[in-house]
């Protein structure tokens, strides 16, 4: 990856980013929040995942005299724990830590067999032991984060898995905090969510009880009765989650309760744009960029709250230093949101994203210009998903079979409808989520440490944050080098050219429809007309009808 290069830039990729130099006033200050985590040992669940992934490589690069962070890690793939780390700090993300502490640093990561999913965590019995006389801090963020996951696999992980961690936490002999990461799309019924508890929707003692004694088909027959107002799974689990953490607190164990909003790729460190994932807005413009997404079902007008991944760790970073080191134990939930403070409506990502796909950093084989819009009227977009998206998939589909290949697009299309019912929901509905907290920290933040652990977005560039988006994606998802840009930006004008021919063809088809059913009521007219006259004829008395016949 070292030797791709970017915008015909002599500089890699990953390079872009530059930890910030500090002057000598600020280096004088001291970085209070990476010493949080000094001599602790720490135990992780959710590293491999996308958050996890950012806030374990942060840990590490600012806090490098961490004793040790031990992850949970179950076997995936026929690979064991120790293979999965070795796989997982192969990731570009990790360049930079290593390039700061060398390759070392890694050695501070210890797995522990085990699954979230499974009962009392699937961990041995001497690595229970060794974690409950060692571990100071535990953070919680293992979850499936699937909106359409199985309610069964959705409760067993999120809900009881958040049960066996407390119950593991109340183990640990020498344990400051427990963190759990949850979401601030869990209350959806409130409008207004406010940094305080809410009681959850049914006991979740009992609902996890109910679901171990039945078949994962049972469960799902029942989903709906299970669900009540809640859209999906993913938001109904982690908000029975919350409830058990709230239940820890009030028993005395030291928690704290992190609710981000929908966390995107990286703005700045350590590679800005970086993602392991296609979700949230990343993937609606990888899916307009690729011209296979043609309509939205969406009041463009709205927003949702977004997050860059960075600043969301930066906000776990400074929340566990207040509650650690400043004693801030008043507020023990904290939201990790942004629309207080910055707002981008769904019409400006789309255009912001059509700018930047069709011009600066298009993508390889694209089947389609990118182009479309988002339709406030459902059945109207039902018809647009009918014309533009499914009958262009078959049809492509057909040449692409004809051709020898197998065909991909319906399923494509199928995916991307099932992605719009969670979208639809999302989209059409707003939230406010107020984050008070979040100021006061900043507050007692020096200035080195607001550089340092920025939690704001205050210099961020949307236009150029997509691109960088868009470029990562492009190469680390999609895996589609930089040198593969001017193909791309040369197909991409073929593109426009074949979209305008297209267009015009079908216009001037309509326009000549129009004419031809014009012409043949001009037609039925003018028969009319005749018999009308040969009709009236019949009653003309001679001389009268002589009269006209010289006329």
């Given amino acids: ?127 229970r032991q060794l974690l409950a006389s060692e571990v100071d801090i535990m953070i919680h963020g293992a ?50 969510l406010y940094e305080k508890p809410y009681p959850p929707p049914t006991d979740p003692h009992k609902l996890i009880e109910r679901v171990e004694m039945m078949s994962e088909d049972t469960v ?39 609710r981000p909003s929908i966390i995107i790729p990286v703005w700045r460190e350590p590679l800005p744009g970086w993602t392991d994932n296609i979700n949230g807005p990343t993937g609606l413009l990888i899916g307009a960029g690729k011209g296979v997404i043609r309509t939205m079902f969406c009041d463009n007008t709205g927003y949702a709250d977004f997050l860059p991944v960075d600043i969301t760790i930066n906000g776990i970073f400074v929340a566990i230093w207040a509650y650690l080191s400043q004693k801030e134990h008043r507020q023990s939930i904290v939201h990790l949101t942004s629309s207080q403070e910055w707002q981008v409506s769904w019409q400006e990502i789309i255009d912001i994203g059509k700018s930047i796909v069709t011009t600066e950093v298009p993508l390889n084989g694209c089947v389609w210009y990118p182009g479309g819009s988002m339709k406030s009227n459902r059945l109207l977009h039902q018809i647009c ?29 199928d995916r991307i ?47 150029k944050y997509f691109q960088d988006c868009i470029m990562a994606t492009r190469i680390f998802i999609l895996k589609e080098m930089p040198e593969t840009l001017p193909a791309a930006r040369r197909h991409m004008r073929i593109m426009y050219w074949v979209d305008v021919i297209a267009k015009t ?24 007309f005749n018999i009308v006259q040969y009709i009236s004829g019949l009653f003309v008395i001679p001389s009268s009808k002589a009269k006209i016949t010289e006329l």
């Fill in 1 to 127: 990856m070292a030797a791709n290069k970017v915008n015909n830039m002599n500089v890699p990729y990953e390079t872009f980013y530059k930890p910030p130099v500090l002057s000598e006033e600020y280096r004088n200050l001291p970085d209070r929040i990476g010493e949080t985590f000094t001599g602790k040992t720490l135990f992780m669940t959710g590293a491999s995942g996308f958050l996890g992934k950012v806030l374990l490589e942060k840990i590490l690069r600012k806090s490098p005299n961490v004793k040790k962070i031990y992850i949970l890690m179950r076997q995936k793939k026929g690979k064991n724990a120790r293979q999965r780390i070795e796989e997982l700090f192969a990731s570009p993300l990790f360049n930079l830590l290593k390039s700061v502490h060398g390759q070392k640093i890694i050695d501070k990561v210890l797995p522990i067999s085990g699954d979230a999913e499974a009962d009392e965590l699937a961990i041995k019995e001497s690595d």
């Fill in 417 to 463: 409808n099932k992605g719009f019912e969670v979208f639809e929901y999302y989209a059409n509905n707003q939230w406010e989520f107020r984050n008070e907290y979040v100021h006061v920290l900043r507050k007692i933040m020096n200035k080195r440490e607001r550089i340092e652990y920025k939690i704001d977005g205050e210099d961020l560039d949307i236009k």
């Fill in 505 to 528: 063809l079908f216009f001037v088809f309509i326009l000549y429809t129009l004419s031809s059913y014009s012409e043949t009521l001009r037609n039925l007219f003018q028969v009319f």
């Fill in 220 to 258: 799902e027959k029942r989903a709906k009765e299970f669900l009540g107002e809640f859209p999906n799974s993913y938001a109904y689990t982690k908000c029975l989650s919350e409830g058990l953490v709230v239940e820890a607190m009030n028993n005395g164990m030291p928690c704290l309760m992190l």
């Fill in 385 to 413: 998903v009918i014309f533009f998206h499914m009958i262009p998939a078959y049809f492509l589909d057909a040449i692409i079979f004809l051709s020898g290949n197998k065909p991909c697009l319906v399923k494509i299309q």
């Fill in 143 to 192: 979850a499936t984060i699937r909106f359409d996951e199985a309610l069964k696999k959705a409760v067993l992980l999120n809900t009881r898995g958040t049960k066996m961690m407390l119950s593991l936490a109340k183990e640990m002999k020498h344990l400051e905090l427990f963190v759990h990461i949850s979401t601030a799309y869990c209350h959806l019924q409130e409008k207004v």
